[in-house]
């Protein structure tokens, strides 16, 4: 099982990035799949979670309105469109997959099994 996190870079505040996560090793369509990030000096924190079927998008406060999150089942891989971002948003990305994922955990590093090697994000101001 390999999840291949890519798409992060150096941008100016207010600009976009889309993340992009190649999933190997297992079906997609069977996980549920999330967007962490961690800067410098903190603790890891959720983003945003994806349902298997697509259906249901979560979104973290800091995040919602401006990040978008998507998959593609036949592509095993599934996005993260950034816009209008911040320099708090400066972290490195991480992806993460699971298969016993309900709504209570969804937020929770603990409940994801598979987790890509993370793909650094910085937002100049």
């Known amino acids: 099982v390999q999840l291949q996190a890519s798409g992060g870079g150096l941008v100016q505040f207010g600009g976009s990035l889309r993340l992009s996560c190649a999933a190997s090793?297992?079906?997609?369509?069977?996980?549920?799949i999330g967007w962490f990030r961690q800067a410098p000096g903190k603790e890891r924190e959720w983003v945003s979670s994806?349902?298997?079927?697509?259906?249901?998008?979560y979104y973290a406060d800091s995040v919602k309105g401006r990040f978008t999150i998507s998959r593609d089942n036949a592509k095993n891989t599934w996005y993260l469109q950034m816009n209008s971002l911040k320099p708090e948003d400066t972290a490195v990305y991480y992806c993460a997959a699971g298969r016993r994922i309900i709504l209570s955990t969804i937020r929770m590093r603990g409940a994801y099994d598979h987790w890509g090697q993370g793909t650094q994000v910085t937002v100049s101001s």
């Open positions: 090793g297992f079906a997609l369509a069977n996980s549920a």
């Open positions: 994806i349902g298997r079927s697509g259906g249901y998008t």
